[in-house]
């Protein structure tokens, strides 16, 4: 339906990212696996359970759920690297950052601690290292330190069945409609991240819909900076409206009081 | 003048301050993690829900009576001005201690300054803060002069005075709103019944609210700690104007519900539409008793109305940051004992602190810095009292 239509060029040519096919996904967990390795997180005992979410060791987790007719999918939660991120817009000291080639990254040096970030990211991505006396944000940065060197983030390296694709978003939105063109039967026709939150970087394709795996289902297509921006931008109106408004009204308040006062006098 | 006696009070004031530096001491020794319950999924708690968002709306009383005495000057009022402007800088002053205890880099706090982002609702809500702390200061400061006889030097801030009370009234607006606009980036997270486009507005409106009935609570307050009379005619009068705004709060409540169609939400029984009713229940008690004239000259009656509302709003702030965010967050989230009594120990500083002023400085003496041009108006008798 549609193979062959053009593909979106308005984005900035090098935005790149991660396409996530989750009939692919065997469940491995190779690419938590890569990931680890990738940002010398700590590997944990091979018997040691799996994380149910991010944390400050995992900026990505494979997540099994259970469906009635697809039987188990897997699906990964990592950052979706908004084209426009509600995180960067939250952030007061630009600790986080949408870089040319789509990594939100983050500086430890700026950040402050205020976890508006937390409130403001639609898929619950930021995590913190709460017992540290010197806590950080943690999560998925795409891996921009191997993204500098030329390579591709751990995940994508790491992945055996091409479940976890590297490479420009235009050129991975083509493949993903492609493949839901060529495999209606396998596809629901939804590619998560192409849309929601205005765009995102990391895209997904899957059997089932995304709202059965019960999370991002609250996430609206709207960039969310626009909706904060709107109060922002007002700001300086504000200040001069309320700044003449309020200098204007006492004037002519306390000039009709002085006038009463001295036409009491009078009488 | 002050008895060194042990009483009762004063062993409980000595326990709360001395846990609240123990607690300190671990959590800044120890981190966030082990004093506090927050966790990823709910990242701000008691500290951001209570002593940030609703310690600012609590000390909203100054800009609120700075406009209603000083700016369209009514004179009735100016008694309750100075009182309510000291209280400000000492909630604006906790806000900022609760901060540093809040923030994870706390250090890190003057990148705000250096290199901010003024896209961000949190930028807004600081730079805001921390400049309104600076008015408030020079707002009181006159009563420090009076204090020490620095006539000339009271004269030249009194020369200033307008513009301050205008600035802080302009600086209040922006943040009392944003913080409310704080919650416009998680449309998906915070509950419909709380999430509007006109959450800065119901916060500035409801910021008016509180101001005016904190007001009120921190009179019968200093009536009965500080043996001052309670100013019982400029209290009418306030609850006049705070009439006016809870109408006004409730008529865009009742505007913001019908124009969403969320009505249906409001009693279908869930866990977030009990809170909503019981929240805004508050507001609706308290609208008779000020509506009667009666009941509005009674101090009983006033200062119930006035604790009410305080709690009404108040509520409203942690439903929005906790009670609103749960459902997408999925996670419970209950303060530990050690969250609870930091807040605890910050009031009381705060309180200790407004206390010490009270007795000390020219607060409650006279309406304010600039009374004495308009000297006729304060003899009408409201604003005389007689310190302990």
């Known amino acids: 339906m549609t193979r062959g239509r053009a593909i979106a060029t308005t984005d900035s040519p090098r935005r790149r990212g991660l396409l996530f096919d989750l009939t692919r996904c065997i469940g491995c967990r190779s690419c938590m696996h890569g990931c680890r390795h990738a940002n010398d997180l700590p590997i944990p005992a091979p018997d040691a359970t799996p994380p149910e979410e991010l944390d400050g060791d995992n900026f990505t987790a494979v997540l099994p759920h259970e469906d009635d007719d697809a039987g188990t999918v897997y699906f990964r939660r990592l950052c979706m690297h908004c084209a426009d991120p509600a995180c960067v817009s939250a952030c007061p000291v630009h600790a986080l950052a949408k870089r040319d080639d789509g990594a939100v990254v983050y500086d430890r040096d700026l950040c402050i601690g205020c976890r508006y970030c937390f409130v403001a990211c639609p898929f619950h991505v930021p995590t913190y290292t709460w017992t540290r006396t010197a806590p950080v944000v943690r999560k998925?940065?795409?891996?921009?330190?191997?993204?500098?060197?030329?390579?591709?983030?751990?995940?994508?390296?790491?992945?055996?069945?091409?479940?976890?694709?590297?490479?420009?978003?235009?050129?991975?939105?083509?493949?993903?409609?492609?493949?839901?063109?060529?495999?209606?039967?396998?596809?629901?026709?939804?590619?998560?991240?192409?849309?929601?939150?205005?765009?995102?970087?990391v895209l997904m394709i899957a059997s089932i819909p995304f709202a059965d795996l019960g999370i991002w289902t609250d996430v609206i297509e709207r960039p969310l900076p626009e909706l904060t921006w709107m109060v922002q931008e007002k700001i300086p109106y504000v200040i001069g409206t309320g700044g003449l408004l309020l200098g204007g009204l006492y004037w002519v308040i306390n000039r009709r009081m002085r006038l009463g006062r001295e036409g009491g006098e009078e009488s | 003048m002050i008895r060194r006696r042990i009483t009762v009070t004063r062993v409980i004031l000595a326990i709360i301050l001395l846990g609240g530096l123990v607690i300190t001491v671990r959590r800044f020794a120890l981190g966030l993690g082990a004093v506090t319950n927050l966790s990823d999924s709910t990242p701000w708690g008691l500290w951001v829900g209570f002593d940030v968002i609703s310690g600012v709306a609590?000390?909203?009383?100054?800009?609120?009576?700075?406009?209603?005495?000083?700016?369209?000057?009514?004179?009735?009022?100016?008694?309750?001005?100075?009182?309510?402007?000291?209280?400000?800088?000492?909630?604006?002053?906790?806000?900022?201690?609760?901060?540093?205890?809040?923030?994870?880099?706390?250090?890190?706090?003057?990148?705000?300054?250096?290199?901010?982002?003024?896209?961000?609702?949190?930028?807004?809500?600081?730079?805001?803060?921390?400049?309104?702390?600076?008015?408030?200061?020079?707002?009181?400061?006159?009563?420090?002069?009076?204090?020490?006889?620095?006539?000339?030097?009271?004269?030249?801030?009194?020369?200033?005075?307008?513009?301050?009370?205008?600035?802080?009234?302009?600086?209040?607006?922006?943040?009392?709103?944003?913080?409310?606009?704080?919650?416009?980036?998680?449309?998906?997270?915070?509950?419909?019944?709380?999430?509007?486009?006109?959450?800065?507005?119901?916060?500035?409106?409801?910021?008016?609210v509180i101001g005016m009935a904190m007001v009120m609570v921190e009179a019968s307050l200093s009536a009965r700690f500080l043996q001052h009379r309670l100013p019982?005619?400029?209290?009418?009068?306030?609850?006049?104007?705070?009439?006016?705004?809870?109408?006004?709060?409730?008529?865009?409540?009742?505007?913001?519900?019908?124009?969403?169609?969320?009505?249906?939400?409001?009693?279908?029984?869930?866990?977030?539409?009990?809170?909503?009713?019981?929240?805004?229940?508050?507001?609706?008690?308290?609208?008779?008793?000020?509506?009667?004239?009666?009941?509005?000259?009674?101090?009983?009656?006033?200062?119930?109305?006035?604790?009410?509302?305080v709690i009404a709003v108040v509520m409203h702030r942690l439903d929005v940051t906790f009670v609103g965010m749960r459902r997408a967050t999925g996670a419970a989230y209950v303060p530990t004992l050690e969250e609870f009594w930091i807040s605890l120990f910050l009031v009381t500083c705060g309180a200790l602190v407004f206390g010490l002023a009270a007795r000390t400085l020219p607060v409650f003496e006279r309406g304010d810095g600039h009374a004495h041009d308009d000297a006729h108006a304060d003899a009408g008798g409201a604003g005389r009292h007689r310190l302990a």
């Open chain 2, 58 to 208: 609590l000390a909203s009383g100054g800009f609120t009576m700075a406009f209603l005495a000083h700016i369209s000057g009514d004179h009735q009022l100016r008694p309750l001005a100075r009182p309510a402007i000291l209280t400000a800088l000492i909630g604006y002053l906790l806000v900022v201690m609760s901060l540093i205890y809040d923030l994870g880099l706390p250090w890190h706090m003057l990148n705000v300054v250096l290199n901010p982002n003024i896209h961000s609702v949190m930028f807004e809500v600081a730079w805001c803060v921390m400049l309104y702390t600076m008015v408030l200061f020079l707002e009181f400061l006159p009563s420090v002069f009076e204090r020490f006889r620095a006539e000339r030097w009271r004269r030249w801030l009194h020369a200033a005075a307008v513009p301050l009370y205008v600035l802080g009234i302009v600086l209040s607006t922006l943040h009392q709103s944003s913080l409310g606009s704080l919650y416009l980036i998680a449309p998906g997270k915070l509950h419909p019944l709380w999430y509007t486009e006109m959450l800065p507005l119901m916060f500035f409106l409801s910021a008016l």
């Open chain 1, 140 to 201: 998925c940065f795409l891996c921009a330190h191997r993204l500098d060197a030329g390579q591709i983030p751990g995940c994508a390296a790491a992945c055996p069945t091409g479940a976890t694709v590297f490479g420009p978003r235009d050129v991975l939105l083509h493949l993903a409609r492609e493949q839901i063109a060529a495999h209606p039967d396998r596809y629901v026709d939804h590619i998560l991240g192409e849309h929601e939150a205005g765009g995102t970087d």
């Open chain 2, 232 to 309: 019982m005619d400029a209290l009418a009068r306030l609850g006049q104007y705070l009439l006016f705004v809870v109408l006004l709060y409730v008529a865009f409540r009742v505007q913001d519900l019908t124009y969403r169609g969320v009505w249906d939400r409001v009693l279908d029984g869930s866990y977030e539409s009990t809170f909503f009713v019981v929240e805004n229940l508050l507001f609706l008690i308290a609208l008779p008793i000020l509506l009667h004239p009666g009941w509005r000259r009674r101090p009983a009656t006033l200062i119930s109305a006035g604790y009410l509302l």
